[in-house]
């Protein structure tokens, strides 16, 4: 959602959730909470239609600043709680003191899960031995075309571990997006035109192929919400697949040739 256009921000959400795009992530750093006080009003009234995350920022993360957090957050969206809460990024308190924050807030009921976000294999390996089997979440990480490198170590850790993994700007940053006249652009481009979509969409397909991954798409439009919509109802075949492998190499053996 973007702040400078507010009234186009709520409108691309609420077509999202008209399209069955339910899951919405913010965090009390957005806007310094100016974002989750948007989302309020987008979802006045539709509450219940979505699954809303929301993630305390590592420096307020001690016991008492996770709860603190929470709180403000839950009073700024206009909700008694969040599907799933995550602490932004490893910080200067120790994980044992936000986990104990994360399981009271549970018990509160003013969470239903939790989770962590930009952890490494080693930081997710040490969350999930305090925690306990099962009981984190998800991991919220940087994935896109350009940059496949959790596919290397940390999402197959986070398969093993039965921790969902949840890919934020799954178009890259600013121009990070492949142009259309570029090598792996014109693959895009050539199986989005046979599929009748987006190059976005079959952007997002590819990477939603594993199990367990999730990705989060940022849409500053109902136009944008509706192209990357078309991302959930396709499926692409295994020669596709392998086509957009090469064309975006990842750190794994590349997938094996479509019949």
């Not at 750093?29 to 993630?55: C, N, P, T, W």
């Not at 799933?84 to 994980?95: I, K, N, R, S, V």
């Not at 290397?152 to 398969?159: D, H, I, N, S, V």
């Not at 959930?232 to 794994?252: V, Y």
Request: proline residues 7%; aromatic residues 6%; contains cysteine.
């Amino acid at each position: 959602m973007e702040r400078d256009d507010p009234a186009r921000a709520v409108a691309a959400l609420r077509r999202g959730l008209e399209l069955g795009l339910t899951h919405v992530d913010t965090a009390e750093m957005y806007g310094m909470g100016e974002m989750e006080e948007l989302l309020a009003r987008a979802l006045e009234g539709r509450r219940d239609q979505v699954f809303l995350v929301s993630k305390v920022l590592p420096q307020n993360a001690s016991f008492a600043g996770t709860v603190k957090s929470c709180e403000s957050s839950l009073r700024r969206l206009g909700t008694d709680r969040l599907d799933c809460y995550l602490l932004h990024w490893p910080g200067p308190h120790p994980f044992g003191e936000t986990l104990r924050a994360f399981q009271q807030l549970h018990q509160e009921g003013k969470i239903r899960s939790y989770g962590v976000s930009n952890f490494d294999v080693e930081d997710l390996e040490d969350a999930v031995q305090l925690a306990g089997p099962g009981q984190i979440a998800c991991n919220q990480v940087l994935y896109h075309l350009r940059d496949r490198s959790i596919e290397e170590a940390l999402l197959p850790r986070c398969q093993a571990l039965g921790v969902a993994m949840v890919g934020y700007s799954p178009f890259g940053g600013a121009g990070e997006f492949p142009a259309a006249n570029s090598a792996g652009g014109k693959v895009l481009k050539a199986i989005a035109k046979d599929r009748g979509v987006t190059p976005y969409a079959v952007a997002l397909r590819f990477l939603l192929r594993e199990p367990l991954t999730f990705v989060i798409p940022k849409a500053s439009s109902a136009e944008h919400v509706e192209e990357n919509a078309a991302a959930a109802t396709l499926a692409l075949s295994a020669e596709e697949l392998q086509r957009l492998d090469a064309a975006f190499p990842g750190p794994r053996p590349p997938l094996p040739a479509g019949g």
